[in-house]
Structure formats: structure tokens, C-alpha cells
């Protein structure tokens, strides 16, 4: 069993930044990736990124470029940067483990999730 907990959730100001970090705790060596998605009010679940173990990482297409993930073995934490931050970002921010299965992942483990709103 995996323990994730997010924190770094908020209010924000289009156009600003916010740091997710989420503290992994628990059977850690099961899972080899770990990963933030996110659900805005009405919509499914997505995507937002990803950082395998060994580094690799995998975002949406349409968040690249404002969004990195990255990770801290040694704490057991993975964190996701947030710049130029626009309204249709506010979502509850989710962080979740598991595994690769070829070229998708089989996320087992998730936090309980953390809100983020930007509005001005």
C-alpha cells in the first residue's frame, strides 16, 4: 500500500505560479511511476504529467512548456511546478503511483487531491 499526500494547493492570479509537492510514504519500490492529473468542475480526469523512475517524463500536450514535474528520490517526493497559470487550470490536483504497462501506466495509488483556483 502507497500513502500519497498532496500539498502547495491555493488561489493564484492568472498568469502567476504555484508548486505542488506530493509525499509518498508506504510500499514505494512497487510502483515505478508517479504522476499528476488533474478534474476541473464538469470533466473527466486527465493527464498532466509524469516522471518514471529512471527520469523520464510525459506531459499533456497542451501543458508543456508551463508545467514540470520532477522528483526527489530521497525524500520520496514528486512536485509539479505551475507557471503562467490561466482560469482553465482550476482544477483538483491529484497525485498518483503505479506503473508503466508498455507505452501507458497503470496508476494504482492517489492522493486525496489538492485544489487549485486562479482567478483574479
Known amino acids: 500500500q502507497v500513502t500519497l499526500a498532496e500539498s502547495g494547493g491555493g488561489l493564484v492570479q492568472p498568469g502567476g505560479s504555484l508548486r505542488l509537492s506530493c509525499a509518498a510514504s508506504g510500499s514505494i519500490l512497487s510502483t515505478n511511476v508517479m504522476g499528476w492529473y488533474r478534474q476541473a468542475p464538469g470533466k473527466q480526469r486527465e493527464l498532466v504529467a509524469v516522471?518514471?523512475?529512471?527520469?523520464?517524463?510525459n506531459y499533456a500536450g497542451s501543458l508543456k512548456g508551463r508545467f514540470t514535474i520532477s522528483k526527489d528520490n530521497a525524500k520520496n517526493t514528486v512536485s509539479l511546478q505551475m507557471n503562467s497559470l490561466k482560469p482553465e487550470d482550476t482544477a483538483v490536483y491529484y497525485c498518483?503511483?503505479?506503473?508503466?504497462?508498455?507505452?501507458?501506466?497503470?496508476?494504482?495509488?492517489w492522493g486525496k487531491g489538492t485544489l487549485v483556483t486562479v482567478s483574479s
Open positions: 516522471i518514471t523512475g529512471g527520469g523520464s517524463t
Open positions: 498518483s503511483a503505479g506503473t508503466t504497462y508498455g507505452t501507458t501506466y497503470r496508476m494504482t495509488y
